[in-house]
T-cell receptor, first 113, second 113 residues
Framework: DTGVSQDPRHKITKRGQNVTFRCDPI?????LYWYRQTLGQGPEFLTY????????KSRLLSDRFSAERPKGSFSTLEIQRTEQGDSAMYLC???????????FGQGTRLTVV | TQLLEQSPQFLSIQEGENLTVYCNSS?????LQWYRQEPGEGPVLLVT?????EVKKLKRLTFQFGDARKDSSLHITAAQPGDTGLYLC?????????????FGRGTSLIVHP
């Protein structure tokens, strides 16, 4: 296993379109996190899963955002009806429950035009 | 209000200089992580500090956790251009019995040759 993998690395979309991002965590990790990062800011927490259960969602996660982790392995983050304000780096991280260290993927850079 | 305040926000120095960056909070953390992030990439974990007063060294980087586990510092000796990047600290924020890594805004470091 080579670490957390995210796909795509870059996405350019027109305002109003839907986009979906994928994250493959480190295989033995049961926790998976999604973060959003904009220029000049640290990563901001969006949501996390323990196995297939989505346990916490930030207020940043509007109803246009949905995340799934159907089999407790990979996860998807979908943004519907994208807006220019959604332009950001979307980061995925994984860890084991009880561990305080999270390991990040390379991120997906979303640009909404 | 940021849970973790990092200072300075920006730092531009010459190769060979020493520097210290700080991560402060009014909250007590069970542990604190330091990450380095390069442009267009995800954060890479450098170290975790757990015990109040703990000092950890990673080559030219020295990390210290405050006695009260509310703050931390990162000292770089003889900085190199390869040290350039965004340095992020993260603490575990308790949420409904789970711990979620929560980040400061980071210190952006540029080391000029």
């Amino acid at each position: 296993d080579t670490g957390v993998s995210q796909d795509p690395r870059h996405k350019i979309t027109k305002r109003g379109q839907n986009v979906t991002f994928r994250c493959d965590p480190i295989s033995e990790h049961n926790r998976l996190y999604w973060y959003r990062q904009t220029l000049g800011q640290g990563p901001e927490f969006l949501t996390y899963f323990q196995n297939e259960a989505q346990l916490e969602k930030s207020r940043l996660l509007s109803d246009r955002f949905s995340a799934e982790r159907p089999k407790g392995s990979f996860s998807t983050l979908e943004i519907q009806r994208t807006e220019q304000g959604d332009s950001a780096m979307y980061l995925c991280a994984s860890s084991n429950a009880g561990d305080t260290e999270a390991f990040f993927g390379q991120g997906t850079r979303l640009t909404v035009v | 209000t940021q849970l973790l305040e990092q200072s300075p926000q920006f730092l531009s120095i010459q190769e060979g200089e020493n520097l210290t960056v700080y991560c402060n909070s009014s909250s007590v953390f069970s542990s604190l992580q330091w990450y380095r992030q390069e442009p267009g990439e995800g954060p890479v974990l450098l170290v975790t500090v757990v015990t109040g007063g703990e000092v950890k060294k990673l080559k030219r980087l020295t990390f210290q956790f405050g006695d009260a586990r509310k703050d931390s510092s990162l000292h770089i000796t003889a900085a190199q251009p390869g040290d350039t990047g965004l340095y992020l600290c993260a603490g575990d924020k308790a949420s409904g019995g789970s711990y979620i890594p929560t980040f400061g805004r980071g210190t952006s470091l540029i080391v000029h040759p």
